[in-house]
Structure formats: structure tokens, C-alpha cells
């Protein structure tokens, strides 16, 4: 009888999700009414705490200050849209992050908590 021990390492398990499309649209701010009012009175600073739980650089929306079309914005959805596998296209992404930035942020921030993703780890296991 041998005594071996097999190592697996840890790999994140991500929930997949039945739907190609966005969990809210991008006008239903009342779904969540608290985020809605701080994204509308301070956009910059809840842009900043989206992108940094999204994963991103903190300050990464303070970009968006610059330009016509908000970068940030623009790539931080069309990201999301890629991550969770959302149908949609550049276009639409440049239309909503140029004239809806606000509500562009409070869409984001419903999808990422409906489509919490979750991380197990594996540990190892004795033979």
C-alpha cells in the first residue's frame, strides 16, 4: 500500500448564466433606487467603485472627463458585455456611454451582483 497525494490546484468555477442579454435594461434604475440616486448626484466617484469591484483600475472612469465619447464607460461595458457573454455591439456601447453614462454605470453594477461570479477552490486530496 503506497501513500501518494494528489495536488490539484484551485480553479475559479464561474456560474453560467442561460441568457445572452443584460439582466436590466438600461433605463431601470428603480430596480435599485439608492444606487441609482448616488450614480446620479456623484457619477465619477460611483463609476470609480464599479470599475474597482469590476476589477479594474479605481481611477480608470476619471478618464472619461476628456473626451466626447467617455472611454471608461465605453470599455468597461463592452468588457462586460464580452465577460458575461452579452449580445450587443460597439455601436450601442458608444450610444449609451456617450448620451446615458449614468444609467450605462447603474446597468453594469445590477449585472455584475445577478451575475455574481464565484470562486471555489479545490484542496488536496489524500490517496
Keep these: 500500500m503506497s501513500n501518494s ?12 448564466q442561460d441568457s445572452d442579454e443584460w439582466g436590466s435594461g438600461i433605463c431601470d434604475c428603480c430596480q435599485d433606487v439608492p444606487e441609482c440616486c448616488c450614480a446620479f448626484w456623484c457619477c465619477p466617484c460611483f463609476a470609480c467603485k464599479v470599475t474597482d469591484t469590476y476589477g479594474e483600475a479605481l481611477c480608470l472612469p476619471l478618464l472619461d472627463i476628456f473626451g466626447m465619447v467617455p472611454p471608461a464607460t465605453l470599455a468597461m461595458r463592452v468588457a462586460m458585455r464580452h465577460r458575461y457573454g452579452i ?3 460597439l455601436c450601442t456601447d ?4 456617450s ?13 455584475m451582483r ?14
Aim: charged share 15%; aromatic share 6%.
Design 99 to 111: 448620451f446615458c453614462t449614468t444609467c450605462t454605470w447603474c446597468q453594469m453594477s445590477r449585472e
Design 87 to 89: 449580445a450587443g455591439n
Design 5 to 16: 497525494m494528489i495536488i490539484r490546484q484551485p480553479q475559479p468555477v464561474m456560474v453560467i
Design 114 to 127: 445577478r451575475r455574481n461570479i464565484q470562486v471555489t477552490l479545490v484542496g488536496a486530496k489524500r490517496t
Design 94 to 97: 458608444c450610444i449609451y456611454a
